[in-house]
């Protein structure tokens, strides 16, 4: 080490006092610089220790939820003064801050105490007037017991939180980042100098190790190729489970592929004739000049195609294999721009966002455009286009960039009302990667913690990453950013990521793949019960996927569930698997709901839901609005009587009642009761009959005629299966 590089860490020691907030390394500084600072460390002491309190609301608010890594959960006293909440840390510790997440009642003046016994307590805080929210207090002192003492209630009800957070000195050293960092063995990073032939040969091998593997579809192999800026010779690139393609650029066209980026049935184990199983794959911010003129994208659920501009045509279903053209089944395009036409053929769903196509042509069940110029007229149900002008809001995903030497991730700014591309010249911001914690499967869930507590950003790398805690993400503008389907398993029941109610987290490109011990939810975004405007800066899930077994027996409760006002739910797919590697079955991989929205104003855009055992999608807040739904109901349940009492089933898509504003376009869901085919559902979609909740272009299918729909939205829309037809849908075109 220099001497300069030492007087920098040793004046980063003496700044970074434990309590102060550190702050990421600046762009200026050097690539790959360790910020050294006398930090408090990232494990919380408290959770999952013994907590006591002066009073509880009710049994299901107990002063262990103040402590059980869960934000989803919470302590609530009796409403009245004063009130404490007590944690027995096991052993004496010295400590440094605490954080407390504070429900809507929160306290207006408390204190930290520390205690060696337990009953004999000294200050480690000042008297501090409490702000509700996410509040980190800076404490001095030691002991095996600490406690918050509230001397004084915000609100009339008693105080409230979901986690009470206790932190010591974590030493002298912070986690590392730097300008270019290595992204780990599953990245590969071609430029312009390297071989059309070696590019190819690395691409081929990767595709060729899943080519119809047993075991692929639910493996650990994660595959990324990302192109710095320039023109590359003839690649044709087959992309298979968990592989990732994308430019460096800072726009599409700055890297451009002669030759495919290519998706197609015939190479998946025992499905080879479809493409309705071509899961977890995507294309990112590149230009493709296809081979023979058209590019082949036949995908189905969790398969973007982002800030992509194919300079000719595009068809999104399969060629024909052994006979005959078989089914892709769903698919998301965005900021993305196709010079020629785009055909559809047998693919049966489609949602394009804020686009531009040369033609669109094609249609099976449900094909939705927002914001796309060159889309179809607006005709439902033959052919089935839904067609809105614009998109209400949306901000389009982070993504890396290399620059200058320097890699850098960009945060697109939002966008209201929107139409096209947002691309060139695409407003927002920069952040170095030096800002960034770069994530490694080998990272425990109490690193990813202390990253955050450093302030930096998260970037996690492909691979397999186990968490015994959940990863909290407090600060607004955070970026929790995922390359290459890194899969986040909560190990131990855990939810596995929660977000705060702040401003403008940008979460994308992740896949939670529920563990074997039951979580609560698997992501959580927000609080429940407050309600603050986020209008201007929403936080947004994009890309973001939730897996409920297939790979292990996984089974969570809910999958994602969305507190904060305005959030953007811009493509997810939620799936309770009906098959997998693993066995799969209705007592086996247990999961409720996919998605729960409290929060008001909420958009989701692009939202495919599958499988769930009762209402898949249950809307609670007001004001909210949804542009495209795929759902499919579970295939296996055993019988109408175990599903549900005293009704035929869960809707897929139910608005709870008291809501008075809601409006869904391009709502599509299906029944396969392959299990027990006589089992029926009353109704797909389940609404509060009033004139502020609105639904457009709706459609039920029953797939081979196994089992069926009463009605499309509540008692209106024709059943199916229809009579004397085979998987014929039914459609309604407005409700009420």
Not at 114 to 128: E, K
Not at 290 to 303: I, K, Y
């Amino acid at each position: 080490m220099t001497s300069k590089m030492s007087m920098l860490l040793l004046s980063a020691l003496v700044l970074g006092a434990c309590g102060q907030s550190p702050s990421p390394q600046s762009a200026g500084a050097p690539a790959g610089l360790l910020q050294a600072q006398a930090t408090c460390g990232g494990t919380n002491l408290a959770q999952g220790k013994a907590a006591t309190a002066s009073s509880t609301e009710n049994g299901g608010t107990p002063a262990s939820a103040a402590v059980d890594g869960d934000a989803g959960t919470r302590w609530s006293s009796a409403f009245a003064d004063p009130q404490w909440l007590r944690v027995d840390l096991g052993s004496t510790q010295s400590l440094c801050q605490v954080t407390i997440q504070w429900e809507a009642a929160y306290a207006k003046t408390f204190r930290i105490e520390v205690s060696g016994d337990g009953t004999n307590w000294s200050a480690a805080s000042a008297d501090t007037a409490g702000t509700g929210g996410t509040q980190t207090v800076a404490v001095s002192g030691s002991g095996r017991y600490v406690r918050l003492y509230s001397t004084a209630r915000a609100t009339s009800y008693g105080v409230s939180m979901y986690e009470f957070k206790v932190n010591g000195p974590g030493g002298t050293a912070t986690l590392p980042t730097s300008d270019t960092p290595d992204f780990g063995p599953n990245v590969t990073v071609f430029d312009p100098s390297v071989p059309a032939s070696t590019i190819q040969s690395k691409i081929d091998a990767a595709f060729n190790a899943q080519l119809r593997s047993q075991t692929a579809q639910f493996g650990d192999q994660r595959y990324t190729f990302l192109f710095k800026p320039g023109s590359y010779g003839r690649v044709f690139a087959n992309i298979g489970f968990y592989t990732a393609v994308a430019g460096l650029g800072k726009n599409p066209d700055d890297v451009t592929i002669s030759g495919a980026i290519n998706v197609d049935s015939g190479w998946n184990y025992g499905d080879e004739s479809n493409a309705t199983q071509n899961f977890w794959r995507s294309a990112e911010n590149l230009a493709v000049i296809p081979e023979g003129g058209t590019n082949r994208w036949a995908v189905s659920q969790a398969a973007p195609m982002r800030r992509v501009h194919i300079r000719g045509n595009l068809t999104l279903g399969p060629s024909n294999q052994d006979g005959g053209q078989g089914y892709s089944s769903g698919g998301y395009l965005s900021d993305s721009k196709v010079d020629g036409a785009v055909t559809s053929g047998s693919q049966q769903q489609w949602y394009t966002r804020d686009s531009a196509l040369g033609s669109w042509s094609g249609s099976v069940w449900n094909m939705v455009f927002s914001g796309v110029q060159g889309a179809p007229a607006q005709n439902f149900p033959n052919p089935s286009h839904t067609v809105l002008g614009t998109t209400p809001a949306s901000r389009e995903k982070p993504y890396l960039y290399f620059e200058n030497g320097i890699y850098s991730v960009f945060v697109p700014s939002l966008r209201t009302n929107a139409a096209g591309v947002t691309w060139p010249n695409t407003p927002g911001t920069s952040i170095p990667m030096s800002q960034f914690y770069v994530a490694k499967p080998s990272d425990s869930a109490a690193t990813l913690n202390q990253a955050l507590a450093q302030g930096l950003n998260l970037f996690f790398t492909p691979g397999v990453y186990h968490l015994n805690q959940t990863v909290n993400i407090t600060r607004a503008n955070t970026v929790v950013l995922g390359l290459g389907y890194p899969t986040l398993v909560p190990d131990g029941g855990v939810n596995a990521m929660s977000v705060a109610d702040v401003d403008g987290v940008k979460v994308a490109g992740l896949l939670f793949d529920a563990g074997t011990t039951n979580s609560p939810a698997l992501l959580t975004v927000g609080q429940s019960g407050v309600h603050t405007s986020h209008a201007t800066n929403p936080i947004s899930v994009q890309d973001v996927f939730f897996r409920i077994g297939g790979a292990v027996a996984g089974k969570s409760t809910t999958s994602l569930i969305v507190h904060s006002d305005n959030t953007i739910v811009d493509h997810i797919w939620a799936w309770r698997a009906d098959h997998g590697i693993n066995p799969t079955g209705w007592t086996i991989n247990t999961a409720d709901t996919g998605l729960i929205v409290n929060g008001n104003n909420v958009l989701a855009t692009g939202l495919f839901v599958e499988h769930y055992q009762k209402y898949e999608v249950l809307w609670n807040g007001q004001g909210g609005k949804t542009i495209f739904f795929q759902n499919e109901k579970p295939y296996d349940v055993p019988d109408q009587a175990t599903w549900r009492s005293g009704a035929q089933g869960y809707a897929a898509y139910k608005v709870a009642p008291g809501v008075t504003t809601h409006e869904g376009w391009g709502l599509g869901s299906y029944s396969y009761f392959n299990v027990n085919p006589s089992v029926r559902v009353d109704r797909a979609f389940e609404v509060p009959d009033t004139s502020g909740v609105k639904m457009h272009d709706l459609v039920t299918v029953s797939l081979n005629n196994k089992g069926g729909f009463d009605h499309i939205v509540n008692n209106a829309g024709a059943a199916v299966p229809q009579p004397n037809t085979n998987t014929a849908p039914s459609y309604l075109v407005n409700y009420p």
